[in-house]
């Protein structure tokens, strides 16, 4: 079955920290691998995207890793600020003769204190 | 940047009433989508539509929902008789390539 688990479930860091949020899943035939943001009441927005053959990814203080062979990822942040508050989602798709499923986590949401 | 939009952002209406929710997809997009999620619970896949059909519906996706492409820009979704449970926000997105892109959402609220 298609799955994403995503931990922790909840965080709380203080500003200027950094910190990790996790996600694994068993998603097959493997495509791609984003990570969101979601503001409070918002639509998701696109952090990065990850194909098979890509180990990190980067965008401003945002890393993404992808170990295809654990079937595991990780959000990095770095030096946090409070905007970043929000919950993060990681979504796999799996990919069959150009018809694209997208298994959602139920991601982390993450509060970053003043 | 190219976004995706939909209107209205909140609908409160009673239940056993039909909404109709709005959506303009990024334009040089061909494939189109629509989600779910209710408070405080992960997003959900409703339906997928190309080329001028349905390509896939979940399980949530009943027989009071349908969906539309009325023109060349809008891409509707309609509930015919909504229900408390149907209280959620509901979002659309596009695609062209392997990733989607999401609109803001519509928070839809059933008395």
């Known amino acids: 079955k298609n799955q994403v688990e995503q931990s922790p479930q909840s965080l709380i860091i203080l500003e200027g920290k950094n910190c990790t949020l996790q996600?694994?899943?068993?998603?097959?035939?493997?495509?791609?691998l984003r990570w969101y943001k979601q503001d409070t009441g918002r639509g998701p927005v696109s952090l990065t995207i990850m194909t098979f053959s890509e180990n990190t990814k980067s965008n401003g203080r945002y890393t993404a890793t992808l170990d295809a062979d654990t079937k595991q990822s990780s959000l990095h942040i770095t030096a946090s600020q409070l905007s970043d508050s929000a919950s993060y989602i990681c979504?796999?798709?799996?990919?069959?003769?150009?018809?694209?499923?997208?298994?959602f986590g139920t991601g982390t949401r993450l509060k970053v204190l003043a | 940047e190219p976004e995706v939009t939909q209107t209205p952002s909140h609908q409160v209406t009673q239940m056993g009433q039909e909404v109709i929710l709005r959506c303009v997809p990024i334009?040089?997009?061909?494939?189109f989508y629509w989600y779910r999620q209710i408070l405080g619970q992960k997003v959900e896949f409703l339906v997928s539509?190309?080329?001028?059909?349905?390509?896939?519906k979940s399980e949530i996706f009943d027989d009071q929902f349908s969906v539309e492409r009325p023109d060349g820009s809008n891409f509707t979704l309609k509930i015919r008789s909504t229900k408390l449970e149907d209280s959620a926000m509901y979002f659309c997105?596009?695609?062209?390539?392997?990733?989607?892109?999401f609109g803001p959402g519509t928070r839809l609220t059933v008395l």
């Open positions: 997105a596009s695609r062209d390539g392997p990733g989607q892109f």
């Open positions: 539509f190309y080329n001028n059909e349905i390509s896939e």
């Open positions: 334009s040089n997009h061909l494939y």
């Open positions: 979504v796999v798709s799996a990919s069959t003769s150009g018809t694209y499923k997208y298994i």
């Open positions: 996600c694994n899943y068993t998603v097959s035939p493997f495509s791609n």
